[in-house]
């Protein structure tokens, strides 16, 4: 089975310092998601962006995360608008040679 990318952009609408505590708050509950291999948090504070860039083993854990409670949460927050969801699936080959961290 192939790694999979999920890449999650969103408008955000509360400051840096927020956006960070937000992120810490989060960090936890997705550190412990079943299949997750790791994410990065993304912020653009010039264009009040927040992006998620996650490596999961397979598909199902994938979109067992995208159905679940931490996604549902986070569609019901008023900080995050405009939530925009991206899946790829990993280019193994390419991805080692550049020492991506699969």
């Given amino acids: ?3 999979m990318i ?3 952009n969103s408008h955000a609408n509360i400051s840096r310092s927020d956006l960070e505590k937000e992120f810490k708050g989060a960090a936890v ?15 653009d504070a010039e264009r009040s962006e927040a992006a998620g860039i996650y490596l999961f083993e397979d598909a199902e854990a994938l979109e067992a995360y995208l159905q679940g409670p931490i996604m549902d949460a986070m569609r019901s927050k008023p900080a995050f608008a405009g939530i925009e969801v991206k899946v790829f699936e990993v280019s193994e080959e390419a991805t080692l040679m550049t020492r991506g961290p699969i």
């Avoid at 509950?29 to 912020?43: E, N, Q």
């Fill in 29 to 43: 509950p997705i550190a412990s998601v079943p299949g997750l291999d790791w994410k990065m948090f993304g912020i």
């Fill in 1 to 3: 089975m192939a790694k």
């Fill in 6 to 8: 999920l890449q999650i």
